[in-house]
Nanobody, 124 residues
Framework: QVTLVESGGGLVQAGDSLRLSCAFS????????VGWFRQALGKEREFVGG????????YYANFAKGRFTVSRDNTKNTATLEMNNLKPEDTAVYYC?????????????????WGQGTQVTVSS
């Protein structure tokens, strides 16, 4: 049984930084592509960024480029989303997800496992 658990969310001010973590368990972590998504109240879930199995390639949504960084440590079964210069529009529940196959990774339907999410609130 694969489980993902996010942590690190909270309430911050505009311009601050946050580091979200995703703890993976149940199967070999290095077998999975990892994606981060977010969902704001009343909006659809959207892709934030992702990282391939070997950690050598990362991908970002346009709004995340230059401010967010995705990383992973396959020895610790964890993935991380570093967020800098946060803005009020970044307020959302953030999710990590794992996909067995690397295909159209900005589509949440292509992910096999999801965490429960962690709330990030950015005040102005």
């Amino acid at each position: 049984q694969v489980t993902l658990v996010e942590s690190g969310g909270g309430l911050v001010q505009a311009g601050d930084s946050l580091r979200l973590s995703c703890a993976f368990s149940g199967r070999p972590f290095s077998n999975y592509y990892v994606g981060w998504f977010r969902q704001a109240l009343g909006k659809e879930r959207e892709f934030v960024g992702g990282i391939r199995r070997n950690a050598r390639h990362t991908y970002y949504a346009n709004f995340a480029k230059g401010r967010f960084t995705v990383s992973r440590d396959n020895t610790k079964n964890t993935a991380t989303l570093e967020m800098n210069n946060l803005k009020p529009e970044d307020t959302a529940v953030y999710y990590c997800a794992a996909a067995t196959y690397y295909s159209d990774t900005d589509n949440p339907q292509n992910y096999d496992y999801w965490g429960q999410g962690t709330q990030v609130t950015v005040s102005s």
